[in-house]
């Protein structure tokens, strides 16, 4: 007589295409754990959006979070400019901005640029001429909104992979 053992074995590449070995979910509830940090950084988004156009801040937050790999946020910020009036062609072409000409006003394009130049850093500083793109494109109160923006979102996207917030969870 011969008998079968049932075993389950996980596809870590089915739950995690990254290959890291870990399945995602959230790690903890972090604003839950540290109260007071969430209410600045609540406190700080605001600031930092005042008198900046909703939609180029909508603009900037999905493509931050997009280079940072940062599901929750990109799903919030996306269901958020879709309300807000965004078009989906806008929102699935942000990945290539730079290619999907007439889609983007000079005045975007400088933006997003500025944030990219923010967000990955581990390429150098943020070179002169995106910097100067930006500069021709926003006066210098609004540019320092937008510097400030770019730095809250990436603090954002942090806090959600960091701790493994998923789509859809709030």
């Given at each position: 007589?011969t008998?079968?053992?049932?075993?389950?074995?996980?596809n870590t590449?089915?739950t995690?295409?990254?290959?890291?070995?870990?399945?995602?979910?959230?790690?903890?509830?972090w604003?839950?754990l540290?109260?007071?940090?969430?209410?600045?950084?609540?406190?700080?988004?605001?600031?930092?959006?005042?008198?900046?156009d909703?939609?180029?801040?909508a603009l900037?937050?999905?493509?931050?979070?997009?280079?940072?790999?940062?599901?929750?946020?990109?799903?919030?910020?996306?269901?958020?400019?879709?309300?807000?009036?965004e078009?989906?062609q806008?929102?699935?072409?942000?990945?290539?901005?730079?290619?999907?000409?007439?889609?983007?006003?000079?005045?975007?394009?400088?933006?997003?640029?500025?944030?990219?130049?923010?967000?990955v850093?581990?390429?150098g500083?943020?070179?002169?001429a995106?910097?100067?793109?930006?500069?021709?494109?926003?006066?210098?109160?609004?540019?320092?909104?937008?510097i400030?923006?770019?730095?809250?979102?990436?603090?954002?996207?942090?806090?959600?992979?960091?701790?493994?917030?998923?789509?859809?969870?709030?």
């Open positions: 007589m008998t079968t053992t049932s075993t389950t074995t996980t590449a089915a995690n295409p990254s290959g890291t070995g870990h399945r995602h979910g959230p790690r903890l509830r604003a839950k540290a109260p007071d940090v969430y209410k600045a950084m609540i406190a700080l988004d605001a600031a930092a959006k005042k008198g900046l909703p939609a180029l801040v900037v937050e999905i493509r931050a979070s997009q280079l940072n790999h940062c599901a929750f946020c990109i799903d919030m910020h996306s269901t958020d400019a879709r309300k807000a009036g078009t989906e806008r929102i699935h072409l942000l990945n290539a901005w730079e290619e999907a000409v007439g889609f983007y006003s000079p005045k975007e394009q400088a933006a997003l640029a500025l944030t990219e130049a923010i967000t850093l581990t390429d500083f943020v070179p002169d995106v910097y100067e793109r930006a500069a021709d494109h926003f006066e210098e109160a609004e540019l320092a909104q937008l400030a923006m770019i730095t809250a979102i990436n603090a954002w996207n942090r806090f959600g992979v960091s701790t493994r917030m998923a789509p859809g969870q709030a």
